[in-house]
């Protein structure tokens, strides 16, 4: 796979919103707020309106349109967004990725499907692969801190097949992203079904983990 050919977030994620963003304020200095208005629409109906690069761009529009009122209520919403999202930034921890596990295994079918990965980069920047990871997690998704430097990101509605294309675009995303920080060690399982346990999911997640380390391989399945 050519890195380069990978996009550097896919449909859904909130790397994309921020991309669609960006686009949308490119065509807005192009002289073509309609068509970013149609992009943002788009955006919307995928992601919803809280979101804060969303009302900045929606300001940037309604400002274009000379409709200051509108700019400026977008606006403060865009700040108290910003503000939100910086007192939430904090990762979920271990355990309370535990406890998600056995409440959506409580409020779920038993033919759920969910996958998680474990990863590591042992020369990772500081920030630098939860930043990537944010980027590319849907709503649904559940980013985690495990033990020692590793992540862990839980996917809702993901099968074992899935899940692994999954890591494939999180390596090609980091070999964009950070090309000189090593590669990704990921550790990846699937939900069992009704006999298995949060834990398991866990347990199984880490040690492929650790086998990728130890094998220098870009993932392992547990």
Known sequence: MNPDKVLRSSPGTLGDLEQGCADARRLIADGQPDAARSRLDELRKTHGD?????????????????????????????????????????????????????????????DMTWCLVALAAARAPAGALPHMLRQQCRAQDVLALGQGEAMLMLLHDV????????????????????????????????????????????????????????????????
């Open 159 to 222: 099968d074992l097949p899935t899940g692994r294309k999954v890591c494939e675009r999180f390596r090609a995303v980091w070999m964009q992203q950070q090309p000189t920080a090593g590669p990704l060690s990921m550790g990846l399982t699937a939900w069992r079904g009704p006999g298995d346990t949060g834990s398991g999911l866990l347990g199984r997640a880490e040690g492929a983990l650790a086998r990728s380390q130890r094998e220098g391989a870009p993932f392992r399945t547990g």
């Open 50 to 110: 809280e979101h804060a690069p969303l009302q900045e761009a929606l300001s940037a529009i309604a400002e274009a349109h000379g409709d200051l009122a509108a700019a400026l209520a977008h606006y403060k919403r865009f700040h108290a967004l910003a503000i939100q999202a910086g007192v939430s930034s904090p990762l979920a921890s271990r355990d309370q990725l535990l406890a998600r596990l056995v409440e959506r295994q409580q409020q779920h079918a038993p």
